[in-house]
């Protein structure tokens, strides 16, 4: 039986490939390797093995963490947004977990769940889960704000906790929106001067862009997949970073079309001369998005050898299960020729862009009728 052709292909060696080249451009710094969102859509088990030189893997769910424990993950691993209730810290603790604490009330649980416990059981989340105090340096979305952080950070470690500091940038993909990096970089500096712990700041922009944020830990996500922050693939292009998903399908139906005849739903798309439109097997039921616009660029290939292709323009509205391209251009085009909606031939970004979003929201929205491969 031939499935619908589309696939979603795992490139787990570019995914180790990307964490090295992590791993370079921060001096060898220490790593949580975000892998939240189903590590943004690639899976967890494939990044699992792709990220096994990671120190740690960031994460939200105590559900996914023990998940990526039953898979064999002996490393580190962080609660991004902590416990959302004062029992997870019972799980935290089996798991060994270490925990973000970014609101008081996760502190009062944190207390009440301690004091409801015996000595042993205390004793061992004290030892086995530490604490990362979450500064809110002006994202305005979670953590402490600075004069309540040294307040925090002592009730934390009266209790017996192991505490660490991080915080997150808003803007580190863009330096002409406040605050800036520097101005967020300056509050958490300040914040955490006179106290003891790790320090965790950089996101994959700022590794990209801010050498001096990069501290004690970095938190590269987008970039370990191979994908731009800022959205923009030239921002990326020299870093030597590999696409993470090669997203491909197949040419199911060509039209041939006359001048003046349209395409699509909404009849988007009038053809200014004679045209061949190729018909693909993608539509945004596989999470490809209804919002790319006529233009967005198709990989298209020969039969026989993928990488021998060019790039065609999509025609028309994007619909549920197909999307039209333009490929009078393309003689090789016809019934089966390979297409990459976006990966290593592709750029995600390129398609991104024109489609007004970024790639990680492409990456995380495939749906689950897309089949995987796992290379
Ligand atoms: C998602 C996330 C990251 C990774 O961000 P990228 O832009 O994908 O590198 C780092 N830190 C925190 C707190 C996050 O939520």
């Known amino acids: 039986m031939k499935h619908r052709p589309i696939k979603a292909s795992i490139l787990t060696h570019n995914l180790s490939h990307n964490l090295s080249r992590v791993k370079n451009m921060t001096n060898s710094a220490p790593t949580w390797a975000v892998v939240k969102a189903n590590a943004y859509g690639h899976g967890l088990e494939p990044a699992l093995k792709a990220f096994r030189e990671s120190e740690g893997i960031a994460l939200l769910d105590l559900e996914h963490a023990a998940f990526a424990r039953d898979l064999g993950w002996v490393g580190r691993i962080l609660l991004l947004e902590g416990v959302f209730a004062e029992a997870d810290y019972d799980d935290a603790v089996n798991i060994s977990c270490e925990i973000v604490i970014h609101h008081e009330q996760q502190i009062t649980w944190?207390?009440?769940?301690?004091?409801?416990?015996?000595?042993?059981?205390?004793?061992?989340?004290?030892?086995?889960?530490?604490?990362?105090?979450?500064?809110?340096?002006?994202?305005?979305?979670?953590?402490?704000?600075?004069?309540?952080?040294?307040?925090?950070?002592?009730?934390?470690?009266?209790?017996?906790?192991?505490?660490?500091?991080?915080?997150?940038?808003?803007?580190?993909?863009?330096?002409?929106?406040?605050?800036?990096?520097?101005?967020?970089?300056?509050?958490?500096?300040?914040?955490?001067?006179?106290?003891?712990?790790?320090?965790?700041?950089?996101?994959?922009?700022?590794?990209?862009?801010?050498s001096f944020t990069h501290a004690d830990m970095t938190r590269p996500g987008i970039m370990l997949y191979g994908a731009s922050p800022s959205g923009n693939y030239q921002d990326i292009a020299d870093l030597d970073l590999k696409a993470g998903m090669n997203l491909r399908s197949e040419i199911i139906a060509l039209q041939e079309l006359q001048t003046g005849d349209t395409v699509g739903y909404g009849s988007q798309y009038v053809a200014p001369k004679n045209t061949k439109i190729a018909v693909i097997a993608c539509g945004y039921a596989d999470g490809y998005p209804r919002s790319a616009p006529n233009g967005t660029p198709v990989w298209v290939g020969k039969a026989e050898n993928i990488l021998d292709g060019q790039i065609a323009p999509i025609v028309g509205r994007v619909s549920m299960d197909m999307m039209m391209i333009d490929v009078s251009n393309i003689s090789h085009a016809h019934i089966g020729s390979p297409v990459e909606l976006w990966g290593e031939l592709n750029p995600i970004d390129d398609v991104a862009l024109p489609a007004k979003t970024v790639g990680y929201e492409l990456m995380c929205g495939l749906t689950n009728r897309v089949k995987q491969e796992i290379l």
């Open 110 to 210: 944190l207390i009440q769940w301690l004091g409801k416990q015996g000595p042993q059981k205390a004793a061992e989340l004290l030892a086995k889960c530490p604490i990362w105090l979450k500064l809110n340096s002006g994202m305005n979305r979670l953590g402490f704000k600075s004069a309540q952080y040294g307040v925090s950070y002592e009730i934390l470690k009266q209790i017996g906790c192991t505490v660490h500091h991080l915080t997150h940038f808003a803007n580190a993909d863009d330096p002409q929106i406040f605050p800036s990096v520097q101005d967020q970089w300056g509050i958490f500096s300040k914040a955490t001067l006179y106290v003891d712990g790790l320090k965790s700041a950089a996101n994959s922009a700022a590794i990209i862009g801010y």
